[in-house]
């Protein structure tokens, strides 16, 4: 026995480090001998599921440490893999890390390359859509029109077969209520005025313009009603005044906007233009009832005969023979006579130009059942209205 109780269990070389687990737990049994290390530096054995590397740094960082001095584990039994085993855990991801993609794996065999995906031919109808060399190249985007230009092809569309129906339709209402009196008139004579303010705006690409739409339209609607007031008489009084009144509104309320002065120059010769058209197809009220009888049918003919599939030239011939026989046969009707034919052939002038307008800058299919409709017969009315007083 000594006084110091716990002298066995202290270290007597005074060089080693302080040992708590000597301390806590005296030796009783000899130590089994450490085997000594075949190679300078132990490498660790890769577990089954985690690969071994064979730079020693790469394997230390996903080693974990321990600080301070614990058990020897040089002495435990190591378990054992074979190749088979490695290799069919090789691709494998490693537990409780991330694969390095730097670091070469032992064991690691070639992997197959994955397949390239197909490339094929893009569909423009779905996903992002398809855009000319010009958006390719880096510039801004640009419409149909624009494209059809710079590359010389022709940016003109014509309506078509079923608004021609639907223009000689309207135009034989106009024909067939003519003869039964103004307010008769009035009804078919509406729809024409409200279809051709909404196209003109559609057709110069400015939608949704409800104010401008608004504001023609209720502008052809004054205009009617001081032609019905002032009487056929005083028409052109009328027609022209409620113009003038119209252009200076839309003067005064294209200066209120906020827009870029670009864009409300556009905007105000947009709306003067829908509103005069709008406001011009009054004329078929001041006009007499025997010359918008007879104007009206030659327009359904001229527009009917454009539609066929016939070259431009021969279609225009076409037409305004067409315009001259319905013209004669509702002039000798209504009492006109062979008058009727210079009377139709000139509303299917004025009508031709509408249908250009309306074929021109790649206009949409809104553009063609608005403006495509109500263009040849709003262009004719003020030829119907001058050659009805001309022709008596």
């Known amino acids: 026995m000594t006084d110091r109780p716990y002298e066995g269990s202290w270290n007597e070389d005074p060089h080693d480090g302080y040992n ?65 085993t490695a290799a069919e855990t090789a691709y494998l991801p490693p537990v409780g890390a991330q694969e390095p993609a730097a670091a070469p794996a032992r064991h690691a065999q ?22 000319g060399p010009a958006t390719l190249a880096g510039n801004a985007r640009v419409t149909d029109a624009q494209r059809a230009r710079a590359e010389g092809r022709s940016p003109i ?77 005083n028409a052109p009084a009328a027609i022209l005044g409620t113009l003038g009144v119209w252009v200076l509104l839309s003067l005064v309320l294209q200066l209120r906007s906020h827009a870029d002065p670009d864009e409300r120059m556009y905007g105000l010769m947009a709306t003067v233009a829908a509103a005069a ?33 016939l070259p431009a030239a021969v279609s225009v011939v076409v037409s305004l023979l067409a315009a001259a026989g319905a013209g004669a046969a509702v002039g000798g ?21 509408g249908h250009r307008a309306a074929s021109y800058d790649y206009p949409s299919r809104f553009v063609h059942f608005t403006a495509g409709v109500a263009l040849p017969l709003a262009a004719a009315a003020p030829v119907v209205w001058v050659l009805g007083r001309a022709l008596g």
């Open 277 to 309: 058209l709008a406001i011009v197809a009054t004329d078929y009220l001041a006009a007499a009832p025997h010359a918008v009888a007879t104007g009206a049918a030659a327009v359904a003919a001229a527009v009917l005969a454009r539609a066929l599939p």
């Open 110 to 131: 070639p992997r197959p390359a994955a397949p390239a995906p197909a490339t094929g031919p893009s569909d423009s109808s779905g996903g992002e859509p398809g855009y």
């Open 333 to 353: 009707m209504t009492g006109l006579g062979a008058k009727g034919a210079l009377l139709g052939a000139g509303a299917a002038v004025c009508a031709l130009i």
């Open 20 to 84: 708590p687990y000597a301390q806590q737990y005296p030796q009783q049994y000899p130590q089994a001998p450490v085997p000594q290390q075949p190679y300078p530096h132990p490498q660790p054995q890769a577990w089954p599921g985690q690969q071994a590397y064979d730079d020693p740094q790469d394997a230390h960082q996903y080693t974990q440490q321990w600080q301070g001095q614990t058990w020897d584990t040089q002495t435990h039994p190591r378990p054992s893999t074979d190749a088979a």
């Open 157 to 233: 569309i014509e309506p078509g077969m079923q608004p021609a129906a639907l223009t000689a339709l309207l135009g034989l209402l106009l024909a067939g209520t003519a003869e039964l009196g103004v307010y008769a008139l009035l009804v078919p004579l509406v729809v024409l005025q409200a279809v051709t303010a909404a196209g003109w705006f559609r057709l110069n690409g400015m939608w949704p313009a409800r104010q401008g739409i608004a504001l023609g339209f209720a502008g052809a609607l004054v205009a009617d009603v001081a032609v019905l007031v002032a009487g056929r008489e």
